[in-house]
Every structure is written in structure tokens, then in C-alpha cells.
């Protein structure tokens, strides 16, 4: 039977739950446990699909299409997992549940009530994941206690360790441990009033995670353990992390995982953490180091990019090479370039984004590379944009677009295909999850993924044209892959350049910090190479052919409302 681990946290939001969470799956599963991890998420919103970045951060999609929060996407790099929707469950996905079968008069006509009923269908969700092939389930509980959202499931939660017994339940609650300089004390009046409110819930804490900026001393975790009634050894300090991958090495440093086994009586040996190290090691000692530029719309809001900065840290640590950021906003891309200031970067990103803000400072980054030798990597909407800056300029149509920005430009060169035009709903109608992608054998990108088939997540609902396919290869695009039917284009690039590809789908997802992805580690060695020869640019690639007569003006198709755009 599986044992599980309920993760809550306190005092403050943002305090690294998610983290936390995954650094404890990370040493679980060093002990050669099987480990599960799941987030229940208290906000009304059925999945965060619709849910605009700045609101939410990045929507983390999983090989089965579900959009998910982003700490799935921490739980699957840390414990090297494929998560299903099942580990996400938010209260509008539980609330829909519970309404839908009372609809359907499941309930034999009694009063349908937060308990049992909701808190029921809550404890399911949970143990929909303790398979017989899982050792232990981790769930996270978004928010933080005290929140008014968050009662049903700290309500359920409690009830789930009458149901399966004590031994097989173990609560860590995150805190915040505070310096106050005016003392020159580590405060712990937070944490025991965050303690306080979680016992006034039912729930007495095994392990109580403190974060704090230096590490917590025996006598303040001793004054934490008599107040929260926690013994000494379940007060874990978790001071800040210059990397965020050494967390899981600090934690069992503070003996984490030993104590939270004990707890619940899992004998395991110690956690085989050598190739972590290594990792971290490496990271840590960079010999190199390059400029990325990442030109995107949230950039005032990094974790709406989470996953293409971490797989751009993963591709820096199988280097050994400092990877330094530079967030581009795509307004601004024009003006930069004209004033030469984005001569520096050594490699592009061009990452996935809907709506039209932004939209000709991505194309212009996107020529701009290709012009000049940048390496470029282009991530969904980062393909789109490639294919309009090859259809501009190379194939010379005039105008194009993609008709999600344009509907009526005269070469829809990205468009919804025929069975995509009628999307009406928001959320859920987007091509989403692992898609097959057959490559071109001899391609650059087959020579990356050192396969000829390969599978990487989606999340789109435009595609590039089939219509002027022909005439972009004629102009020197090459489409590199496609589905396996080759109706869909799914890599882009150009020969000649050090490292022109788009993809239609979202490779970052996969990257893990111990094994970098395939496209990221060469954009990256890319980059490297141009940053050690700086100075040698290859020859521009400019116009084959003429610009051509828009065709004859049709009704043009009214424009697409997407539902994250903005
Ligand atoms: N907006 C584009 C589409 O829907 C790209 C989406 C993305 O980049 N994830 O096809």
C-alpha cells in the first residue's frame, strides 16, 4: 500500500512548496522508492489553461494534454517522472465533478455538502495515484493555510490519514523563519502561529521546513520543536539556495528524508544521490559562459518562461557553461536593433506566447538571427514567427502572417487547419500533449535528437499553412519534420546556418537538469562557438526571390479569439 506525504505551507506565498515537494521526491526516489507527486491547487479555475501568464505563470503541459500548474513541471525535473492530469486537481475540476454527478442524480437526492462530498471526491483524486506501482504519493496543497480556498482540502487531507492509518501519512508544513535586524534574531513567532492554524484544522505537522535566509540554529529549531510540539530532528532548516537543484543535497543534509522514512516506517537504504552531485557540481563551477537573449512578452514575469529557463540551465550544466539570461521584451526588439544593442547575444529564444502584442518584434528577432549567423531557437509561436520572417523575407510575400494576428493578410502562412476553425469554447481546444514527429533523415534536427522519430508536447492551435509549403521550400525553408501523416509542420530550419530551428512544439518540458534536451544543449554548444569567434559573422541569407502580387482579395475569416492572449 502506498504511504503518502501531504506537503502544506504557511506564513507567506512563494515560499518553494513546489520546491520542497520535489526535492523530497528527488531523495525519496534516490532510496529507491517509487514516487508519485501531485499538486491540488484551491483556485476555481477547472485547469489553469485559460488563466493568462501573468496571472498564473507558465501552464505546464503533461504527454497526456493536460495543462497543468507549474510546479508539476518542478516535480517532473526533479524526480525525472511523466506526470498524468491526474496529479493536478484544482477546486473548479473538484467542484465540476461534484455538480456533475449530482446532475446526474448520483446522489440518491441527499443534500450535497463540502463534507463529505467534496472532500470525498478530493480524497479520490488523491488516491486515484496510490497505484501498486507507487511507494509514495506527494501531494502539494497550493495556497496557504488560512486561506479561505484551502479548507476543503485540509479538511480532506486530515480525514485521509484516518482512512489508510497513521503510519501511512506524514504532514510537512513550510514556514518562514524571518531575520529581523532590529533583534538580530531568526524569528519563529510566524511559524508557530502557522502551526497553530493548521492544529486548529486537525492537522498536527510531522516536519516543519523553515525557510530562512541563514540556517537555523539548535536553539531556535529547539524553541520550534517545543512550541509546535514537533520533535527536534522534524524541524528542518531550508536556507536559501543559490542553485534551486541543490535543495534536495541541503535538505538531506538536514536528514529530511531519513526522518520523514522513519515517520512512515519505510525501510530504504541511503539515497544514491552521486550523478545529483555531479550535476550540481558541475553547475556550480562553470568554465565558460554565453548571452542568451529570450525574447518574450512576461518578461517582467520569469516564471511564465519556467521551463525554457531551466532547460536553458540544464543545457548550461551539460557544458559546464554559465548560461546568462537576458530578457528581451518583443516591443522592443525594433528600437534595439536598430541602436546595434543586441549584437552580444550569442543565441535566441524565441518562446511560445499567444496574441499579436509583441508579435513584429518576434518575427524581426527571428530575421535578425538569420541574417546574421545568431543561433535561434524558436519554440511554437518562436516556429510561427520564423516561417512568416522566411515567407517576408526569402519566399517575398508581402504581408504575410499568421491569421491569428492578420486575419486578413494575403498569405496566411500560419492558420487553423479546416478542423480546427471551429473552435467556439476556451480551455481544452488546443492540440495538446505528445505528438509523434517524423524528421527528415539527414536534417539538422535529426542529427540533434540522434533519431528519426521522436515525441515532444504541444500546445497551439495554428499550424503552418499546407498551402504555401511548397513555395517556402522553394525559397530555402526547409520543413525538417512533420507528423507522421506530414500533414502538420513540426521543425523548421535553414541549411547553412549554425542553428536556425523552430519547433512547433515545447521540448523545454522535457529537459531535465541531469539530461539536458537535445535542442537545447546544442543551441547552447551553438552559442558557445559564436561566442568564442565573435567577430567572423557567416554571410547574411538574404531574398531569393522577388516580392509576389498578393493573391485576389477574398472575405477574409474573422479573427480567432484566444483565450490567453493578451
Ligand atoms: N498562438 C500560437 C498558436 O496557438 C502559438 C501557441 C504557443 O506558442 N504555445 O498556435
Given at each position: 500500500m502506498a504511504k503518502h506525504?501531504?506537503?502544506?505551507?504557511?506564513?507567506?506565498?512563494?515560499?518553494?512548496?513546489?520546491?520542497?515537494?520535489?526535492?523530497?521526491?528527488?531523495?525519496?526516489?534516490?532510496?529507491?522508492?517509487?514516487?508519485?507527486?501531485?499538486?491540488?491547487?484551491?483556485?476555481?479555475?477547472?485547469?489553469?489553461?485559460?488563466?493568462?501568464?501573468?496571472?498564473?505563470?507558465?501552464?505546464?503541459?503533461?504527454?497526456?494534454?493536460?495543462?497543468?500548474?507549474?510546479?508539476?513541471?518542478?516535480?517532473?525535473?526533479?524526480?525525472?517522472?511523466?506526470?498524468?492530469?491526474?496529479?493536478?486537481?484544482?477546486?473548479?475540476?473538484?467542484?465540476?465533478?461534484?455538480?456533475?454527478?449530482?446532475?446526474?442524480?448520483?446522489?440518491?437526492?441527499?443534500?450535497?455538502?463540502?463534507?463529505?462530498?467534496?472532500?470525498?471526491?478530493?480524497?479520490?483524486?488523491?488516491?486515484?495515484?496510490a497505484?501498486d506501482?507507487v511507494d509514495?504519493?506527494?501531494?502539494?496543497?497550493?495556497?496557504?493555510?488560512?486561506?479561505?480556498?484551502?479548507?476543503?482540502?485540509?479538511?480532506?487531507?486530515?480525514?485521509?490519514?484516518?482512512?489508510v492509518g497513521?503510519?501511512n501519512?506524514?504532514?510537512?508544513?513550510?514556514?518562514?523563519?524571518?531575520?529581523?535586524?532590529?533583534?538580530?534574531?531568526?524569528?519563529?513567532?510566524?511559524?508557530?502561529?502557522?502551526?497553530?492554524?493548521?492544529?486548529?484544522?486537525?492537522?498536527?505537522?510531522?516536519?516543519?521546513?523553515?525557510?530562512?535566509?541563514?540556517?537555523?540554529?539548535?536553539?531556535?529549531?529547539?524553541?520550534?520543536?517545543?512550541?509546535?510540539?514537533?520533535?527536534?530532528?522534524?524541524?528542518?532548516?531550508?536556507?536559501?539556495?543559490?542553485?534551486?537543484?541543490?535543495?534536495?543535497?541541503?535538505?538531506?543534509?538536514?536528514?529530511?528524508?531519513?526522518?520523514?522514512?522513519?515517520?512512515?516506517?519505510?525501510?530504504?537504504?541511503?539515497?544514491?544521490?552521486?550523478?545529483?552531485?555531479?550535476?550540481?557540481?558541475?553547475?556550480?563551477?562553470?568554465?565558460?559562459?554565453?548571452?542568451?537573449?529570450?525574447?518574450?512578452?512576461?518578461?517582467?514575469?520569469?516564471?511564465?518562461?519556467?521551463?525554457?529557463?531551466?532547460?536553458?540551465?540544464?543545457?548550461?550544466?551539460?557544458?559546464?557553461?554559465?548560461?546568462?539570461?537576458?530578457?528581451?521584451?518583443?516591443?522592443?526588439?525594433?528600437?534595439?536593433?536598430?541602436?546595434?544593442?543586441?549584437?552580444?547575444?550569442?543565441?535566441?529564444?524565441?518562446?511560445?506566447?499567444?496574441?499579436?502584442?509583441?508579435?513584429?518584434?518576434?518575427?524581426?528577432?527571428?530575421?535578425?538571427?538569420?541574417?546574421?549567423?545568431?543561433?535561434?531557437?524558436?519554440?511554437?509561436?518562436?516556429?510561427?514567427?520564423?516561417?512568416?520572417?522566411?515567407?517576408?523575407?526569402?519566399?517575398?510575400?508581402?504581408?504575410?502572417?499568421?491569421?491569428?494576428?492578420?486575419?486578413?493578410?494575403?498569405?496566411?502562412?500560419?492558420?487553423?487547419?479546416?478542423?480546427?476553425?471551429?473552435?467556439?469554447?476556451?480551455?481544452?481546444?488546443?492540440?495538446?500533449?505528445?505528438?509523434?514527429?517524423?524528421?527528415?533523415?539527414?536534417?539538422?534536427?535529426?542529427?540533434?535528437?540522434?533519431?528519426?522519430?521522436?515525441?515532444?508536447?504541444?500546445?497551439?492551435?495554428?499550424?503552418?499553412?499546407?498551402?504555401?509549403?511548397?513555395?517556402?521550400?522553394?525559397?530555402?525553408?526547409?520543413?525538417?519534420?512533420?507528423?507522421?501523416?506530414?500533414?502538420?509542420?513540426?521543425?523548421?530550419?535553414?541549411?547553412?546556418?549554425?542553428?536556425?530551428?523552430?519547433?512547433?512544439?515545447?521540448?523545454?518540458?522535457?529537459?531535465?537538469?541531469?539530461?539536458?534536451?537535445?535542442?537545447?544543449?546544442?543551441?547552447?554548444?551553438?552559442?558557445?562557438?559564436?561566442?568564442?569567434?565573435?567577430?567572423?559573422?557567416?554571410?547574411?541569407?538574404?531574398?531569393?526571390?522577388?516580392?509576389?502580387?498578393?493573391?485576389?482579395?477574398?472575405?477574409?475569416?474573422?479573427?480567432?479569439?484566444?483565450?490567453?492572449?493578451?
Open positions: 506525504i501531504f506537503v502544506t505551507g504557511g506564513v507567506s506565498s512563494s515560499l518553494g512548496k513546489g520546491i520542497t515537494a520535489s526535492a523530497l521526491g528527488r531523495l525519496l526516489k534516490a532510496r529507491g522508492l517509487r514516487v508519485v507527486s501531485q499538486k491540488l491547487d484551491p483556485y476555481l479555475n477547472v485547469d489553469p489553461g485559460t488563466m493568462n501568464p501573468f496571472e498564473h505563470g507558465e501552464v505546464f503541459v503533461t504527454d497526456d494534454g493536460a495543462e497543468t500548474d507549474l510546479d508539476l513541471g518542478h516535480y517532473e525535473r526533479f524526480t525525472d517522472a511523466r506526470l498524468t492530469a491526474d496529479s493536478n486537481a484544482t477546486t473548479g475540476s473538484i467542484y465540476s465533478a461534484v455538480i456533475a454527478r449530482e446532475r446526474r442524480g448520483d446522489y440518491l437526492g441527499r443534500t450535497v455538502q463540502i463534507i463529505p462530498h467534496v472532500t470525498d471526491e478530493i480524497k479520490d483524486r488523491i488516491n486515484r495515484l497505484g506501482d509514495v504519493v506527494i501531494t502539494e496543497v497550493g495556497g496557504t493555510v488560512g486561506d479561505i480556498e484551502i479548507l476543503p482540502f485540509l479538511y480532506a487531507i486530515r480525514q485521509f490519514r484516518n482512512d497513521r503510519e501519512v506524514c504532514y510537512v508544513h513550510l514556514t518562514l523563519v524571518p531575520y529581523l535586524g532590529g533583534s538580530g534574531e531568526q524569528k519563529t513567532k510566524p511559524t508557530q502561529h502557522s502551526v497553530e492554524e493548521l492544529r486548529s484544522r486537525g492537522i498536527l505537522p510531522d516536519v516543519i521546513v523553515c525557510r530562512s535566509a541563514a540556517p537555523l540554529s539548535t536553539g531556535i529549531k529547539r524553541k520550534i520543536s517545543l512550541t509546535c510540539d514537533v520533535p527536534l530532528e522534524g524541524v528542518v532548516s531550508a536556507v536559501d539556495a543559490d542553485n534551486l537543484y541543490e535543495v534536495p543535497l541541503l535538505l538531506h543534509a538536514e536528514g529530511l528524508d531519513g526522518y520523514v522514512c522513519r515517520t512512515l516506517s519505510l525501510e530504504t537504504p541511503e539515497p544514491d544521490l552521486a550523478g545529483w552531485v555531479r550535476m550540481v557540481q558541475r553547475a556550480a563551477d562553470p568554465s565558460r559562459s554565453l548571452s542568451v537573449g529570450l525574447i518574450g512578452k512576461y518578461v517582467n514575469l520569469p516564471d511564465s518562461y519556467l521551463s525554457v529557463v531551466e532547460a536553458l540551465r540544464h543545457a548550461g550544466f551539460a557544458h559546464e557553461a554559465r548560461v546568462e539570461l537576458h530578457w528581451v521584451q518583443a516591443e522592443e526588439v525594433s528600437p534595439l536593433l536598430a541602436d546595434g544593442l543586441l549584437g552580444d547575444l550569442d543565441a535566441l529564444v524565441i518562446p511560445g506566447g499567444f496574441g499579436e502584442r509583441g508579435i513584429e518584434g518576434k518575427i524581426a528577432a527571428a530575421t535578425y538571427a538569420r541574417e546574421h549567423g545568431v543561433p535561434c531557437l524558436g519554440l511554437c509561436l518562436g516556429l510561427q514567427v520564423m516561417v512568416i520572417d522566411a515567407a517576408r523575407n526569402l519566399a517575398g510575400m508581402v504581408g504575410a502572417n499568421s491569421r491569428e494576428f492578420d486575419p486578413a493578410t494575403p498569405f496566411p502562412v500560419i492558420d487553423l487547419m479546416d478542423d480546427q476553425r471551429k473552435v467556439v469554447d476556451y480551455g481544452g481546444t488546443m492540440r495538446l500533449g505528445a505528438h509523434v514527429a517524423v524528421l527528415r533523415p539527414g536534417s539538422q534536427v535529426a542529427g540533434i535528437y540522434g533519431d528519426l522519430v521522436v515525441a515532444e508536447r504541444h500546445r497551439h492551435r495554428f499550424e503552418v499553412n499546407p498551402r504555401f509549403r511548397h513555395r517556402l521550400e522553394a525559397a530555402g525553408l526547409v520543413c525538417s519534420g512533420t507528423s507522421p501523416d506530414e500533414r502538420l509542420v513540426e521543425y523548421v530550419e535553414l541549411p547553412g546556418h549554425p542553428f536556425w530551428i523552430g519547433t512547433q512544439a515545447h521540448p523545454e518540458f522535457k529537459s531535465r537538469p541531469d539530461r539536458a534536451h537535445p535542442l537545447f544543449r546544442e543551441l547552447v554548444a551553438a552559442g558557445l562557438q559564436r561566442a568564442e569567434r565573435r567577430g567572423s559573422m557567416p554571410a547574411p541569407l538574404v531574398a531569393t526571390e522577388p516580392p509576389l502580387a498578393p493573391p485576389a482579395a477574398g472575405a477574409p475569416r474573422p479573427a480567432v479569439e484566444l483565450a490567453t492572449s493578451s
